[in-house]
């Protein structure tokens, strides 16, 4: 063994032996963001219809760093635009809507915004991990000042009850069995209930900051509530319902909006 001073000079008596020269070659690196972002939307299922969705974005990049050692400075803003209406829909080259197929439109459209040193990117889409009743829904506000106002947008949302303190699995489950794959609408917002071929229909319409939009869905997929349909006024509305359906006991509601948000209501 060669053992060697700080100026790289062999030791006396030692023996000097030149190390071969190696070729260096440059790791692969990417870079990843693990939820960047949660995805709400609605989207039409061959057999389940219209259907509300929440799905958590993770990102990979690949490529060579820039200047600054960075492969993308995620400070910069990176932007998912959805335009409407009149393209208040998108259109995804694909038989049906899942995690992959939306993955890979995200990735093809995003890939030519990025900065030239960016060789590849991969999007994965994924449900919220979780053991609890969940349900998903559709639903607009008209009165909101952004996209939420889009007639057809929605979530998969979880629901948590508590009766007189404990928490009711068989009440979650209940509610997100009353709510599962349904439009939840605004009684003001009902502009017809026309009949189509023996098959009801509700019809909805109203006027936002982005333009007009309208909506019919069969009947009995809709549910009609007296107030708009944010999440707050949700947890309201079951927290109100359960008091009446089965009074005599407090109940404590925690109703959420897509992944990691929501609001709590009491009785």
């Known amino acids: 063994m060669t053992l060697f001073r700080a100026a790289g000079q062999p030791v006396p008596g030692e023996a000097f032996h030149a190390a071969p020269a190696r070729e260096i070659i440059p790791a692969m690196i990417r870079l990843f963001v693990d939820r960047l972002t949660v995805i709400d939307f609605s989207y039409l299922h061959p057999q389940r219809g219209l259907l509300g969705e929440s799905w958590l974005c993770d990102i990979e990049l ?148 982005q333009g007009a939009f309208a909506l019919e869905l069969p009947a009995d997929r809709c549910r009609l509530i007296d107030t708009d349909s944010t999440v707050e006024n949700l947890a309201r509305h079951v927290a109100e319902r359960l008091a009446i359906e089965q009074p005599g006991a407090r109940y404590r509601v925690r109703a959420f909006e897509g992944v990691d948000k929501g609001a709590v209501a009491e009785t």
């Open 62 to 209: 690949s490529g060579e760093p820039d200047a600054q050692g960075m492969i993308l400075d995620f400070g910069e803003g990176l932007q998912i635009v959805h335009v409407g209406p009149p393209a208040s829909t998108c259109l995804v080259d694909a038989a049906e809507i899942t995690p992959q197929t939306l993955a890979r439109a995200i990735a093809t459209a995003l890939l030519p915004e990025l900065p030239g040193n960016v060789a590849a990117i991969e999007v994965t889409l994924r449900e919220e991990p979780h053991g609890g009743a969940c349900y998903q829904y559709s639903h607009g506000l008209r009165q909101h000042d952004g996209n939420c106002q889009r007639i057809a947008h929605g979530h998969r949302s979880r629901i948590e009850i508590w009766r007189d303190g404990v928490r009711d699995a068989a009440l979650e489950r209940a509610w997100a069995e009353r709510w599962r794959d349904v439009y939840i609408g605004t009684r003001a917002n009902l502009i017809g209930t026309p009949s189509l071929g023996g098959v009801a229909y509700c019809r909805f319409g109203y006027r936002g900051t």
